[in-house]
């Protein structure tokens, strides 16, 4: 009978993996708080027709990518392709939103059916932030601030490069969108195939092709910033100026659209030429149009989202994950002779009870090999307990591989003390 596997693009993520993905939730949760969110958690199914209603039905996300199906009773439902649609469901649901400031943080596994590759998946997760209830240029500073933050505690700022952009208003976006199309449409036939469908769903996601003949043919194209009103050139001002002012570095980018057509005003993208083509690891922007596209009343707000998978490949690839991270233990206990193990379980304990936030792990399954198995689970500190004469528990204590002398039961805590506080 054939092994089942898992299915193409949705992986394991195994126990020599976890601590890592741990390490980075762990920090984006510590930023997070410090800037006042709270976390919300959605469903990861949702009707259809949230999806179709906030990304629209003739994108690639909708007509290609989404895991839709029919339940037992008909209903349509699709597994989440993005955050933000569900985060926007369920504030508005539950009467978080009208005349009221929040912010929120979440994560968790989205779903697309797409070619999966390095850094790319069917089933991704993400962190996303989401802000509601604040239509100045600060609340855009912030979340873009807090972004920069958290490169700097992961030791990413000098890898990564913020692109800034405005789209202005929705009817300035409208009118530029217009021009495009007419523009594009008399040059149709340079346009390279992925260009030519898109002319017809979504012109702005032209901009960002990576096509040479297409791009080169946008260099005569209509400019965005041409079609801007005044208050959307406002708020950009304020908010480079905010940026300027907290140190954070951005380049101006008039070619960086979002794919989803709720955006307008800022948009944004963290990218990185760490991991060979340039690649995007945050981006996000302001939405004040989708409460109301989703049955609310208008409610301004901004976010944006992270691929985690693409974050970890990023620090990976730098070396920049802690040894500790790496570490699942930080001691490993084992006992002299089999008749010591019922008290090595109860010293074990005693062991967790002094020492608070102390990894221990004790050895289980016979006595061969053990120095051996206890250096294969990474644990700097490794404690062999033995027993005297007059059956007072004893030990040797190893650190780093190193054996340190035999040591009567009280010193073996305090030197596990030392070494582990040190």
Not at 83 to 107: I, P
Not at 339 to 352: E, F, I, M, P, T
């Given at each position: 009978m054939a092994k089942i596997k898992a299915i193409r693009g949705m992986n394991d993520i195994l126990p020599d993996q976890t601590p890592v993905w741990q390490y980075l939730e762990r920090t984006v949760k510590n930023v997070l708080s410090a800037y006042g969110y709270s976390e919300v958690r959605m469903p990861v199914v949702e009707q259809t027709s949230l999806f179709k209603r906030s990304i629209g039905e003739v994108t690639d996300i909708v007509e290609?990518?989404?895991?839709?199906?029919?339940?037992?009773?008909?209903?349509?439902?699709?597994?989440?392709?993005?955050?933000?649609?569900?985060?926007?469901?369920?504030?508005?649901?539950?009467?978080?939103?009208?005349?009221?400031?929040?912010?929120?943080?979440?994560?968790?596994?989205?779903?697309?059916?797409?070619?999966?590759?390095k850094g790319r998946y069917r089933q991704f997760h993400q962190v996303g932030v989401e802000t509601f209830g604040m239509p100045n240029a600060d609340i855009d500073a912030e979340v873009i601030m807090l972004s920069a933050r958290l490169w700097k505690q992961l030791g990413l700022l000098d890898s990564v490069t913020l692109q800034l952009n405005t789209l202005g208003s929705n009817e300035a976006r409208a009118d530029y969108k217009q021009a495009l199309v007419e523009y594009l449409s008399a040059r149709k036939d340079q346009l390279d195939e992925d260009s030519q469908r898109r002319l017809e769903t979504n012109p702005l996601r032209i901009l960002d092709s990576k096509d040479q003949n297409t791009q080169a043919l946008l260099d005569d194209a209509p400019v965005l910033t041409d079609y801007l009103d005044e208050e959307s050139r406002q708020h950009f001002s304020e908010l480079t100026q905010m940026l300027d002012d907290a140190g954070v570095q951005y380049e101006i980018n008039p070619r960086l659209v979002r794919g989803l057509d709720y955006y307008c005003k800022t948009v944004f993208e963290w990218v990185t030429d760490k991991l060979g083509a340039q690649g995007t690891v945050c981006a996000g922007g302001r939405?004040?149009?989708?409460?109301?596209?989703?049955?609310?009343?208008?409610?301004?707000?901004?976010?944006?989202?992270?691929?985690?998978?693409?974050?970890?490949?990023?620090?990976?690839?730098?070396?920049?994950?802690?040894?500790?991270?790496?570490?699942?233990?930080?001691?490993?206990?084992?006992?002299?002779?089999?008749?010591?193990?019922?008290?090595?379980?109860?010293?074990?304990?005693?062991?967790?009870?002094?020492?608070?936030?102390?990894?221990?792990?004790?050895?289980?399954?016979?006595q061969k090999n053990i120095r051996q198995k206890a250096q294969q689970t990474g644990a700097p500190i490794v404690l062999l307990l033995k027993e005297t004469d007059n059956q007072e528990l004893c030990g040797t204590v190893w650190y780093n591989g190193e054996p340190i002398f035999d040591l009567e039961e009280g010193q073996v805590q305090d030197k596990i003390a030392s070494i582990w506080q040190a």
């Open positions: 290609k990518e989404m895991y839709t199906f029919d339940d037992r009773n008909g209903e349509s439902l699709t597994l989440r392709p993005e955050g933000t649609a569900s985060c926007v469901r369920a504030a508005e649901e539950h009467g978080l939103l009208f005349n009221q400031m929040q912010r929120f943080w979440y994560q968790g596994p989205m779903f697309r059916y797409e070619r999966p590759q939405y004040d149009g989708l409460v109301k596209q989703l049955g609310g009343r208008p409610t301004p707000a901004v976010g944006f989202a992270m691929g985690v998978e693409r974050l970890i490949l990023l620090l990976e690839t730098l070396d920049l994950i802690p040894q500790a991270v790496k570490q699942p233990f930080d001691l490993y206990l084992a006992a002299e002779h089999k008749g010591l193990q019922s008290k090595v379980v109860l010293y074990a304990d005693r062991l967790r009870d002094r020492f608070e936030g102390l990894r221990v792990q004790i050895h289980c399954g016979g």
